[in-house]
């Protein structure tokens, strides 16, 4: 079972440059996510999907776009990258309530 | 984040207990985790405990919760290398956000 897939794995990105982060999952879940992750904060949530079609902001969306392309796919959009958004990426994905959420193996981006 | 608050950093020694503590501010959180992160890697859960229960016990790990404190801590027991990662404590009261706390380092040494 591959889970939850994210890609790229490593992203260098020049400050005003946008890219797509890609997720995908296998597990037929309902909810997905995205979160960051910064030395000393934790993970916040940027994004989730509750369900195929609906997306809502989390802690941190500003800079940010989401899509829920259907079931299986959570995309993240940075349209003009700062230095601020220099961070570990996690998408997640879960069945929906408070069942277990499975994690990607992340995405390092840093936007110099 | 800011509802969940855990101590940055934690080493034992091998074959010791290891205990991580977290504290909490909704009183609403009906679900509590421990999630562990291994270098390069994503977070697995560990193990949850409901809001009604007052200890969980799996193997070598003990999850103890005081819902009167909003305290929740882990003990690994006889620790080994293994356990060497970053443990994070979060909470749902939800359907669908989870808050995490910064997350404790755990370096066991030999």
Redesign the interface.
């Known amino acids: 079972n591959a889970g939850?897939t994210q890609t790229p794995k490593f992203q260098v990105l020049k400050t005003g440059q946008s890219m797509t982060l890609q997720c995908a999952q296998d597990m037929n879940h309902n909810?997905m996510?995205w979160?960051r992750q910064d030395p000393?904060?934790?993970?916040?949530?940027i994004y989730?999907s509750?369900s195929e079609g609906t997306t809502?902001k989390?802690?941190v969306p500003n800079g940010y776009n989401v899509s829920r392309l259907n079931k299986r796919e959570f995309s993240l959009r940075l349209e003009s990258a700062a230095p601020s958004q220099t961070s570990v990426y996690?998408c997640?994905s879960s069945a929906?309530?408070?069942t277990?959420?499975f994690?990607?193996?992340?995405t390092r981006l840093t936007v110099v | 984040?800011e509802d969940?608050e855990q101590s940055?950093f934690l080493s034992v020694r091998e074959g010791d207990s290891s205990v991580i503590n977290c504290t909490y501010t909704d009183s609403s959180s009906?679900?509590l985790y421990w999630y562990k992160q291994e270098p390069?890697?994503?977070?697995?859960?560990l193990t949850?405990i409901f809001s009604n229960m007052d200890m969980k016990q799996d193997q070598r790990l003990t999850v103890l919760l005081n819902k009167k404190d909003k305290h929740l801590s882990l003990r690994i027991a006889d620790t080994q290398t293994g356990d060497s990662a970053i443990y994070?404590c979060a909470e749902?009261s939800n359907?669908?956000?989870?808050?995490?706390?910064?997350?404790t380092t755990v370096t066991v040494r030999a």
């Not at chain 1, 994690?103 to 992340?106: A, E, L, M, V």
């Open positions: 939850v909810s996510y979160y000393g904060m934790g993970l916040r949530l989730y509750a809502d989390g802690e996690f997640a929906g309530g408070t277990e959420a994690f990607g193996q992340g | 984040g969940v940055l009906t679900y390069g890697a994503g977070l697995q859960l949850y994070f749902t359907d669908y956000k989870l808050s995490f706390g910064a997350g």
